[in-house]
């Protein structure tokens, strides 16, 4: 069976970070390891509280799973400040690493901010030249770019830019956008579009998260990166159409969703 690490945030509550990386990969067939960056308190309606985790537990999390299981592929997601990226990034250079799609978690869905500071310029400088693809939404793109993005046109040229910072792919997500829900992805020659209908349905909690970790499933299997997306793109469609209610707030996608 192939493998998937995923390095992010535990969500108590089940849909997204770490636990709705584990279950994606599970719907994948691919085993999952799991490093956990941060501690949150969150459920459907907030996130209330962050407890990064010392460098040093991240790092020998890392090094555990590298000494003894070989890694096919690797999804970061929510990294929370500069100390622990620099951990992962000093961690990283002494293994031999596969494909990485890193997800860069900014804000919630509910809105809470989830990265200190200075850690985006260190996302952006140590792991950024180490991806094979990036998955940031339109709110992401337009802060790591300086722009503000409102259509088609705006993610092709933050592609470009987010090209210019070192990944050798970009996908940048259009769920936000107002009248489409395109996704533009971007190897530095072409564009590649995955235009889907817009689905009427609230629970959409951990969506970003089972993407991320549906392509990195899928770069296990051996697929390329427009194959890989597409994948996972037709998968978290499912996934959300097929979401269930829990809670008060925005439910979980369906990460077991019949493919």
Same mark, same amino acid.
Not at 4 to 24: E, N
Not at 60 to 72: N, P, R, S, T
Not at 193 to 200: A, C, M, S, W
């Given at each position: 069976?192939?493998?998937?690490?995923?390095?992010?945030?535990?969500?108590?509550?089940?849909?997204?970070?770490?636990?709705?990386?584990?279950?994606?990969?599970?719907? %994948?067939?691919? *085993?999952?390891?799991?490093?956990?960056?941060?501690?949150?308190?969150?459920?459907?309606?907030?996130?209330? *509280?962050?407890?990064?985790?010392?460098?040093?537990?991240?790092?020998?999390?890392?090094?555990?799973?590298?000494?003894?299981?070989?890694?096919?592929?690797?999804?970061?997601?929510?990294?929370?400040?500069?100390?622990?990226?620099?951990?992962?990034?000093?961690?990283?250079?002494?293994?031999?690493?596969?494909?990485?799609?890193?997800? /860069?978690?900014?804000?919630?869905?509910?809105?809470?901010?989830?990265?200190?500071?200075?850690?985006?310029?260190?996302?952006?400088?140590?792991?950024?030249?180490?991806?094979?693809?990036?998955?940031?939404?339109?709110?992401?793109?337009?802060?790591?770019?300086?722009?503000?993005?409102?259509?088609?046109?705006?993610?092709?040229?933050?592609?470009?830019?987010?090209?210019?910072?070192? /990944?050798?792919?970009?996908?940048?997500?259009?769920? %936000?956008?107002?009248?489409?829900?395109?996704?533009?992805?971007?190897?530095?020659?072409?564009?590649?579009?995955?235009? %889907?209908?817009?689905?009427?349905? /609230?629970?959409? %909690?951990?969506?970003?998260?089972?993407?991320?970790?549906?392509?990195?499933?899928?770069?296990?299997?051996?697929?390329?990166?427009?194959?890989?997306?597409?994948?996972?793109?037709?998968?978290?469609?499912?996934?959300?159409?097929?979401?269930?209610?829990?809670?008060?707030?925005?439910?979980?996608?369906?990460?077991?969703?019949?493919?």
């Amino acid at each position: 069976m192939k493998t998937a690490l995923t390095i992010a945030g535990s969500d108590c509550s089940g849909g997204a970070g770490i636990q709705g990386d584990l279950k994606t990969f599970n719907a %994948h067939g691919v *085993y999952g390891m799991s490093v956990i960056t941060a501690v949150t308190a969150q459920n459907t309606t907030k996130v209330s *509280y962050i407890q990064g985790l010392e460098p040093i537990t991240i790092s020998k999390q890392l090094e555990a799973i590298f000494e003894d299981i070989k890694v096919d592929s690797i999804k970061i997601g929510m990294l929370f400040n500069k100390r622990i990226i620099t951990a992962i990034n000093e961690t990283f250079k002494n293994y031999n690493l596969p494909k990485i799609v890193l997800d /860069p978690v900014m804000i919630s869905t509910t809105g809470r901010i989830l990265l200190k500071g200075d850690a985006i310029e260190s996302i952006v400088k140590d792991l950024f030249p180490l991806c094979n693809l990036i998955t940031p939404n339109i709110l992401e793109a337009g802060k790591l770019t300086d722009t503000t993005i409102n259509n088609t046109v705006d993610m092709e040229k933050a592609c470009r830019k987010l090209y210019e910072l070192g /990944p050798s792919n970009i996908l940048v997500k259009g769920g %936000h956008l107002k009248d489409t829900a395109c996704d533009v992805l971007y190897d530095g020659n072409e564009f590649t579009y995955f235009d %889907h209908k817009r689905i009427d349905n /609230p629970n959409t %909690h951990g969506t970003g998260c089972a993407l991320s970790s549906a392509i990195a499933a899928n770069y296990s299997k051996g697929f390329d990166t427009i194959s890989a997306v597409k994948s996972a793109k037709d998968y978290i469609t499912k996934a959300i159409a097929g979401g269930f209610s829990i809670g008060s707030g925005s439910g979980p996608v369906n990460h077991f969703i019949e493919r």
